[in-house]
Structures are given as structure tokens and as C-alpha cells.
């Protein structure tokens, strides 16, 4: 169930970033709801920075995402820890 919240959660990061196309979170937040699964992580941010520490995907201060170039294509974008952390605030 938290892998459903967290597909919102990476469309709704990936429009934030330019790279997902408007209105993606609200179709994949609508379909998931429709199914009966979460659409948001209850997670403060002290939890969410903890998690981003541990990501396998990350190298040192780095982390790669995957996130929506459009709905069906999935495509990893690189950014700093830091800034995403920024953008999950």
C-alpha cells in the first residue's frame, strides 16, 4: 500500500520539477483512490529525511528518482538530497 502513496507522491514531485505533465497526480491519485489503496504518505518530514538517507538509489549526497515523463514512461532524474528534501517540504 505505501508503494501506491508513494507513485502520488512521485507525480506530484515529478510536476513540481517540470518533468511530469500537469494533471498526472490527480489521474494516478484518482485511480488508486478508485481501487481502494492510499494516496498520501503519513509521514512527518524528519521521517521522510530519514528515508532519503537510507534510499539505495542514493550516493552520497545524491539520489536518483524515477518519476513520470508521461503516464506509462518512467524515466530516473538525479538530483541532491538536499533539494529534494526541499521540494517535499
Same mark, same amino acid.
Given at each position: 500500500?505505501?508503494?501506491?502513496?508513494?507513485?502520488?507522491?512521485? %507525480?506530484? !514531485? @515529478?510536476?513540481?520539477?517540470? =518533468?511530469?505533465?500537469?494533471?498526472?497526480?490527480? +489521474?494516478? *491519485?484518482?485511480? #488508486? %483512490?478508485? !481501487? @481502494?489503496?492510499?494516496?498520501? =504518505?503519513?509521514?512527518?518530514?524528519?521521517?521522510? +529525511?530519514? *528515508?532519503?538517507? #537510507?534510499?539505495?538509489? @542514493?550516493?552520497?549526497?545524491? =539520489?536518483?528518482?524515477?518519476?513520470?515523463?508521461?503516464?506509462?514512461?518512467?524515466?530516473?532524474?538525479?538530483?541532491?538530497?538536499?533539494?529534494?528534501?526541499?521540494?517535499?517540504?
Amino acid at each position: 500500500q505505501a508503494v501506491a502513496a508513494g507513485m502520488v507522491q512521485a %507525480a506530484r !514531485l @515529478g510536476t513540481a520539477l517540470g =518533468i511530469t505533465p500537469a494533471g498526472t497526480e490527480t +489521474a494516478v *491519485a484518482d485511480l #488508486l %483512490a478508485a !481501487l @481502494g489503496l492510499p494516496v498520501e =504518505i503519513p509521514c512527518s518530514q524528519a521521517h521522510y +529525511a530519514a *528515508a532519503v538517507g #537510507l534510499d539505495k538509489k @542514493g550516493a552520497g549526497e545524491n =539520489i536518483s528518482l524515477i518519476v513520470l515523463e508521461e503516464l506509462g514512461k518512467a524515466a530516473a532524474h538525479r538530483m541532491t538530497k538536499t533539494a529534494l528534501l526541499e521540494e517535499l517540504a
